[in-house]
């Protein structure tokens, strides 16, 4: 008897994307040490810059905030995004390592499930993330100035990013299969933030690094968030944030799409 | 003793197998540049990122240099160092993922080589971030007002904490025994780091930070660096940075080689 499966036409690729995104959030939840930095690390950050900085919002080129703690509030969700994107990469680079990636592409399962679904799981954790990042800020007296609205911005912002972003360290895990590799790019994450206006205002820089911090596209992006935060909601704002992630997702998905190609041919 | 025990004599020779795990994690690390290359890029965005995005800092008054590369080269160097350490931890990591600990646990090694192959490879990788921010340090316009001992302890103070670091994360891991410790061991690091006289001084605290910057023991080993870049080395800034590193690698040292033992068969 010859046993031929009648492969990705049988599931619809988005239902499988969806049981994959829910293996993905479930399998994240379930490990609260792959979660559990992405809160602590971007709060632990906020705490020590905003006692480190707090003299540095009286010289006259910082820009009108109540506290240094809302000046780095986007900063610090989007920071814990960013890790958490990360451990999307390291999840599946994982699969890849045990062999789970194999046993899905010789699956029944659409190719393009497995990508969606990965990403689609980290988008939904990373909503759920920034959410409670933003209580934990809203506790602490440094809540956004546009009220919910403002904060419901940040977080969509923050989902959206994550899906940026993750697409890096996805990328990263399908060329090398190697979690410890996939590890290896989120410092380079947090540095990509970090030559930005995320944890200082570009004000206050100068000489090619003022430069370089004004043309980061993280720039763009949390330039319009933290108005979101200090100044109120706006729809341009909005526009503007989820513009440049866009833009920065093209690339991201783009590389993690052909190094996911890449890895077919492989596999 | 009984017939289940290997005698003294059937024991591979101690160094000799520390030599092998180094240099095989030595080998692995040139074999795969997305490993190396984090630890070459990383310290150098640490000396460049602090320096850029703080540097508006030095306005503030009673700051106690003009050029912020003075201040944050040393934080630059022992973060990398401690960078260089979690690696290690990150290749035990995967040596447990991919069963290469539990063949080594019933090989006839003595278990201590275990830990201490991974820490010399530690030791070698601080070498690297050291040297990096040194050499993008002058070019910045670095001060060595301690002359060459300013770069010796600059050393001794990124191989020590990056020994440290190694000893913990390898403890980490061994504990949880995968990869995703990894992301804790980070966590740990930073969370040393951070809350130190690393980028501000003492004096522009404000609050919990500046309690807990004063006894944080990261702060005696970033002053320990940090000495010879803003005036003369001197031993009342040496000795308790020595004692922080001579006291964390004994401790998670200690307690790495505890969580191997539990893992013996």
Request: charged share 10%; glycine share 8%.
């Amino acid at each position: 008897m010859t046993a031929t499966v009648d492969r990705p036409r049988r599931m619809v690729v988005i239902e499988q994307a969806a049981i994959l995104a829910r293996r993905s959030v479930v399998n994240t939840w379930r490990q609260p040490a792959a979660w559990t930095p992405s809160i602590i690390f971007p709060l632990m950050m906020a705490a020590i810059y905003s006692a480190q900085f707090e003299r540095v919002t009286e010289l006259p080129q910082f820009p009108e905030v109540d506290s240094f703690l809302q000046f780095i509030l986007p900063a610090t969700i989007l920071q814990g995004i960013s890790f958490n994107a990360g451990e999307a990469g390291s999840a599946l680079a994982t699969d890849i390592e045990t062999g789970f990636f194999d046993r899905l592409m010789a699956s029944p399962v659409g190719r393009q499930s497995v990508l969606i679904g990965r990403l689609a799981g980290a988008v939904a954790f990373s909503a759920l993330l920034a959410a409670v990042l933003m209580v934990i800020f809203v506790v602490f007296g440094a809540a956004p100035e546009g009220g919910l609205a403002s904060a419901l911005a940040i977080v969509v912002i923050a989902a959206a990013l994550s899906l940026s972003i993750g697409g890096i360290s996805v990328a990263v895990a399908l060329w090398t299969g190697s979690p410890e590799a996939t590890q290896a790019v989120f410092p380079l994450t947090f540095i990509a933030i970090f030559v930005s206006s995320a944890f200082f205002p570009t004000e206050l820089m100068s000489g090619w690094y003022k430069t370089a911090a004004e043309a980061n596209p993280f720039t763009f992006i949390i330039d319009p968030t933290r108005r979101l935060a200090i100044d109120g909601f706006s729809f341009a704002d909005l526009g503007q944030a989820l513009f440049w992630i866009a833009v920065v997702g093209v690339f991201t998905l783009g590389l993690s799409y052909r190094a996911y190609l890449a890895r077919l041919r492989r596999s | 003793m009984t017939s289940t025990h290997v005698s003294e004599r059937e024991f591979a020779p101690y160094w000799s197998t520390v030599e092998i795990l180094t240099r095989r994690a030595l080998v692995r690390l040139v074999r795969m540049p997305s490993l190396l290359i984090p630890m070459l890029v990383m310290p150098a965005f640490f000396a460049v990122s602090f320096t850029g995005t703080f540097e508006g800092v030095t306005r503030v008054e009673a700051f106690p240099t003009d050029e912020f590369i003075n201040w944050v080269a040393a934080f630059a160097m022992v973060q990398g160092s401690i960078f260089a350490g979690i690696g290690a931890a990150g290749a035990m990591a995967q040596d447990l993922d991919n069963g290469f600990i539990d063949r080594l646990l019933v090989s006839p090694i003595r278990r201590s080589a275990i830990i201490v192959g991974p820490l010399v490879h530690t030791a070698t990788r601080a070498l690297v971030p050291v040297t990096v921010v040194l050499m993008i340090g002058t070019a910045s316009g670095l001060d060595f007002p301690g002359g060459v001992a300013a770069v010796l302890i600059a050393y001794v103070a990124g191989i020590g904490a990056s020994l440290v670091l190694g000893a913990l994360g390898l403890a980490v891991v061994l504990h949880i025994g995968n990869i995703r410790a990894m992301a804790i061991v980070q966590v740990l690091a930073f969370g040393l780091m951070f809350p130190s006289i690393g980028q501000v001084p003492l004096s522009l605290m404000t609050g919990w930070l500046y309690d807990v910057a004063r006894v944080n023991p990261a702060t005696n080993v970033i002053r320990m660096a940090r000495q010879g870049f803003i005036g003369d080395v001197s031993w009342a800034d040496t000795w308790p940075g020595l004692l922080v590193i001579a006291i964390g690698i004994f401790w998670f040292g200690g307690w790495a080689r505890w969580e191997l033992e539990q893992r013996a068969p």
